[in-house]
């Protein structure tokens, strides 16, 4: 028998199948055939090899079967590899796209970054980002990148304006493999591929992404493929930095609003310190930001009013409910002001209520306005009263005499009825010096109160008062006297006769109307300060100290018991400041309560020559 030498049991395998075939098929002859009784044993080997080879049979198909399905998974392995590089690269592509666009949405050049990214992806020359104007609603360039020549980049700027308007309005990417060559100023230009990408939000285009190369072909499907993820990232990436760019407006503007607010706005935490200040604050309070922020509130207002205001702002923290209050802040340097003080609960992420906002407005003058109000609205409530009164005094006076006139008169001497003649011509004038006083009221608050100014002698025009007054200082046992330490001469001005008559008529009349029969009333002229001042003396009742500057407003009069018993409108002291005023002169009182006023009348002099009386 020959002997051989097999590499391997699979080749000595193989060639034992192979004997077993060409035994099955009748071929097989054995070349160690011995003594007959091997012959059995050989039959045995035989069964045994053919038992074995069946087992090899199915063996090698299930090798045959596993070696398929290994080539079946290598092939799916290989696939799977190749798309996973694929997400790979798109996860690349966006990291390194959004990595650019969160940069440059800090910088002045958003977009010109992220254009630059997108050009060494693709493998394009020029790219360029058209954006939707929201005020216009025009399609503009805003950013745009290139190699060539400048005026290579004028030619393609137009070109890319006209394709991205077409994809715009369409929606849809294009792809131009063999764009037409353009001429620019004489010169042929190859434009080679362009590319124009829509960027979309929630189904809107709001701009297109345009690349361009100058070899045909340029981009082709798989351009596309990374583009759409491109344009998908830098559409959100568009949309965040005008969401941004609103939201910092709008940020800037209601900083603005409330720093420059001329009302105080500021926030305090839930352990009642300041979080906030604006401008207004610190003007109404006194006090700069950088001493106020960190501190308690309330050594921001009076000290009596701590306990109020504590309660007020734990009340808005806990009910969560607005609360307005007055109270007075301490002032920069301890003065007090009065401020109305709303508060308002703020609110945190979760709804709770973390802090307060406060809104506080100085009504320190509003207050003193309005006391001067409900001051002036009660003193014509008395004027009215006061007014009737007047009114009605001396027509009663004239209407009583004229009937005892009517009825009597026969039984009356000439003297008495001459002397009931003059009480009634007393009461006309008072009555008419009274509607005067009201015409000159209306013409004072319209503004059209006027004098005639010319050179005076104001010496004869207060002797004339003074003489007019001699009648009734005999009747009320008043001494009348003057006392002119100027002469003649020297007490020229220029004013209005009538106006300055009716001034020093007022002036005598309101100190004969608080002076006691015995007392005495003095008329003086003094020069002084290029001028003459006229002074009005009694010895009445006089004027509290808290009271001087008042009694020239007005409808306001004394409040006591001698001063209302005395009658009067308060009208006289109020129209003879503004006669003043308008003679270019100035009126004050000097007095002590129950000691006599002293009122002084101070006018500028002139050169002119005076007119007759």
Known sequence: MEHRKYTSKRDYVAEALTMLRQHHAGEFVSASEGPAGDTDSGEILLQNLGALFEKFEATAEKLARMEREVAVFRQVSAETSQQLECKIEELSVLRLITDTASQAMMSHDPFGPILDKVIAIVGADTGSLVLLNPETG???????????????????????????????????????????????RGTRMEIGSLGAFPLTVEERTIGVLTVSSPHFSAFDAETERIMHIITGQIAIAVQNARLYGEVRKTKEYLENLVERAGDAIFTIDGSHRVVSWNRGAETIFGRPKGDVVGSSFYQLVSENEVCELRKRIEGVLESEQICTVETDAVFGDRQKTQIALTLSPIRGAKGDVVGVSGIARDITEGKRVEEELRQLNTAKTNFVSTVSHELRTPLTSIKSFTEIL??????????????????????????????????????????????????????????????????????????????????????????????????????????????????????????????????????????????????????YRVDNEAARTRGGTGLGLAITKELVALHGGRIWVDSHEGCGCCFNVWLPTTKGEPSPP
Do not use: W
């Open 138 to 184: 025009r399609f503009e360039v805003c950013a745009f990148s290139s190699v060539r020549k400048a005026e290579a980049d004028e030619t393609m700027l137009g070109i890319v304006e006209k394709l991205a308007n077409q994809v715009a309005t369409v929606g849809e990417p294009c792809l131009i493999s063999e764009a037409p060559p353009a001429t620019t």
């Open 406 to 555: 009517l009825h009597d008169m026969h039984s009356l001497s000439e003297e008495g009825v001459r002397r009931h003649l003059n009480i009634i011509n007393e009461e006309c004038d008072r009555l008419s010096g009274l509607i005067s006083s009201l015409l000159d009221l209306q013409k004072l608050n319209a503004g059209k109160l006027e004098v005639r100014l010319e050179p005076v002698l104001l010496a004869q025009v207060v002797q004339q008062a003074a003489n007019l007054f001699d009648s009734i200082a005999l009747r009320d046992r008043i001494e009348l006297s003057t006392e002119f330490h100027v002469p003649d001469g020297m007490t020229k001005v220029s004013g209005d006769r009538k106006r300055l008559m009716q001034i020093i008529s007022n002036l005598l009349s309101n100190a004969f109307k608080y002076s006691d029969a015995g007392g005495h009333v003095t008329v003086g002229l003094i020069c002084e300060d290029e001028g003459v001042r006229l002074t009005v003396t009694d010895n009445g009742i006089g004027i509290p100290e808290s009271e001087k500057d008042k009694v020239f407003e007005k409808f």
